[in-house]
């Protein structure tokens, strides 16, 4: 039988192996942060501290560890070399504006080296006119003359 104080303990562990699986689906670096606070108050329960003590070495831990690590965690995962997508082969590359841009509206397709791509621009560009990319937003390509 569990002692009670060990049952709190449990519950922080299991609480952390439930975020831990979580981050291993997602994979956003956020979850297993969550995970890591819940095994400190998991600590404090199993050394006897209240609930109280608990909560608070929860969302400290958390609060920090997300401000502090995930961020810097992000920064050596945004620049570690990867694969290029297909947008920044495109950049600096000339197209040819297939359906005018709006920029009000923010319609308007062009034609990138055969392919045909939503785009955008500061300026209304009518079709036919030689672009060039200069960027992208999601699947949209942001253009000028």
């Keep these: ?18 975020c831990a699986v979580v981050e291993l689906l997602s994979r956003t670096f956020g979850a297993v ?7 400190l108050a998991s600590v404090f329960a199993a050394s006897g501290y209240g609930l109280a003590v608990q909560l ?4 400290v831990g958390g609060a ?20 290029p997508s297909r ?8 197209a040819r504006v297939v359906e005018a841009i709006d920029p009000v509206s923010g319609h308007g397709r062009v034609l990138v080296d055969g392919t ?4 955008f621009a ?9 672009v060039r990319v200069e ?5 949209r390509l942001k253009v000028s003359r």
Excluded at 56 to 59: K, L
Excluded at 122 to 130: C, Q, Y
Excluded at 135 to 139: K, L, N, P
């Design 64 to 83: 920090l560890a997300v401000t502090v690590l995930r961020t810097r965690i992000m920064e050596k995962v945004a620049v570690a070399p990867g694969v």
């Design 56 to 59: 608070v070495a929860f969302f």
């Design 33 to 39: 942060l969550i995970a890591a606070a819940a095994l």
């Design 116 to 119: 045909d791509w939503a785009a």
């Design 1 to 18: 039988m569990l002692a009670a104080v060990d049952k709190p303990a449990l519950a922080w562990l299991a609480f952390s192996l439930i």
């Design 122 to 130: 500061a300026e209304k560009i009518e079709a036919g006119t030689e």
């Design 135 to 139: 960027g992208a937003d999601g699947i």
């Design 87 to 94: 947008i920044d082969r495109m950049l600096g590359r000339p």
